[in-house]
């Protein structure tokens, strides 16, 4: 099963609003990463966690913080939000980060008002 | 230069048409290989990983150069429900295993 689930599906914030989005994988893997897609780009890496520890951080701001509780989980929290983040959020996870498989969720459509 | 590039297409082919597509990319200590295909609106899927030695799985056919930095996949006997973006996808050792997704290509299979 290379299933990778994330919640919610669908997301409206106002700039002042602070919201998670989750994503949860239980094929055993050890890295997890969360990635932004704009329409009509490719998705673009923001973060990585390989065994529960964050391994790259693609200089994203700070209003966008990951944590990982666990092997299984990947939150990413959201505060003070621009109109411009407002994009498709991609979990995927792979056995391992040193270039092996991704397997992605299907993304929570984030709108920020 | 991209770090990854590859043609934006679209490329439009009658069903039954054989399509490839080719992917660059900048960094010669690049790990590992792979082609996604996306559909409007959904995520990445795993379509096949590449090899220098090729790969195929039905109608797909994977190659990679690492000599010319270039990765193909050859789509034979299209159909329909092959339209779709393809995304090739590059690891890259520097950073960490930095994972860089090309922009894209996309394909239109018309009946």
């Known amino acids: 099963d290379t299933e990778v689930t994330q919640t919610p599906k669908h997301l409206v914030m106002g700039m002042t609003n602070k919201k998670s989005l989750k994503c949860e994988q239980h094929m055993g893997h050890r890295a997890m990463y969360w990635y932004k897609q704009k329409a009509k780009k490719p998705p673009e890496l923001m973060f990585v966690y390989s065994y529960e520890k964050l391994s790259i951080n693609e200089s994203v701001p700070s209003r966008f913080s990951p944590e990982c509780p666990n092997s299984s989980l990947l939150n990413l929290h959201l505060h003070a939000l621009q109109p411009e983040d407002s994009a498709l959020y991609l979990c995927a996870s792979s056995q391992v980060h040193r270039g092996s498989e991704q397997y992605f969720g299907p993304g929570t459509r984030l709108t920020v008002t | 230069r991209k770090e990854v590039e590859q043609d934006p297409g679209p490329f439009n082919v009658p069903e039954g048409a054989t399509v490839a597509f080719n992917c660059t990319y900048s960094?010669?200590?690049?790990?590992?290989f792979f082609w996604y295909r996306q559909d409007c609106r959904k995520e990445p899927k795993l379509l096949m990983s590449?090899?220098?030695s090729g790969n195929e799985d039905g109608r797909f056919t994977a190659q990679l150069n690492r000599a010319s930095q270039y990765i193909s996949l050859l789509i034979r006997d299209s159909k329909l429900s092959d339209s779709a973006t393809y995304l090739c996808v590059v690891n890259d050792r520097r950073g960490g295993f930095k994972t860089i997704f090309g922009a894209g290509t996309r394909l239109f299979v018309k009946a």
């Open positions: 960094n010669s200590a690049s790990q590992s």
């Open positions: 590449v090899y220098s």
